[in-house]
């Protein structure tokens, strides 16, 4: 019985089920009433996202053996559409490397 009542007088016990009462007041009680349909896509959102999906760029994965064949080396690449030289001019970028576009 001792120990029951040490743990009852004890402030660090009070402290937390407080602490647990008042997150649950606040999470079921006060939180629970709230209208929380703007958090789920809505019916255009879904839409839209039902259409792009076929678009969407896949991964291709080429296996290479490396150090004579005692490893496999994994690529993972996405194919991506070029850039034209205007619209790398409007991202303002410059890459002196690259061998510069042909004029059309």
Request: no cysteine.
């Amino acid at each position: 019985m001792k120990p029951l009542y040490s743990i009852l007088k004890s402030r660090h016990f009070w402290g937390l089920t407080g602490t647990a009462l008042v997150l649950y007041f606040l999470v079921f009680v006060v939180l629970g009433k709230i209208d929380v349909g703007w958090m789920f896509p809505t019916q255009k959102i879904a839409k839209a996202i039902i259409e792009v999906w076929p678009n969407l760029p896949f991964f291709s994965v080429h296996k290479e053996s490396i150090n004579g064949g005692k490893g496999q080396e994994i690529e993972y690449t996405v194919p991506t559409r070029q850039l034209t030289p205007q619209e790398i001019a409007r991202m303002g970028a410059t890459n002196a490397v690259a061998q510069p576009a042909a004029s059309k």
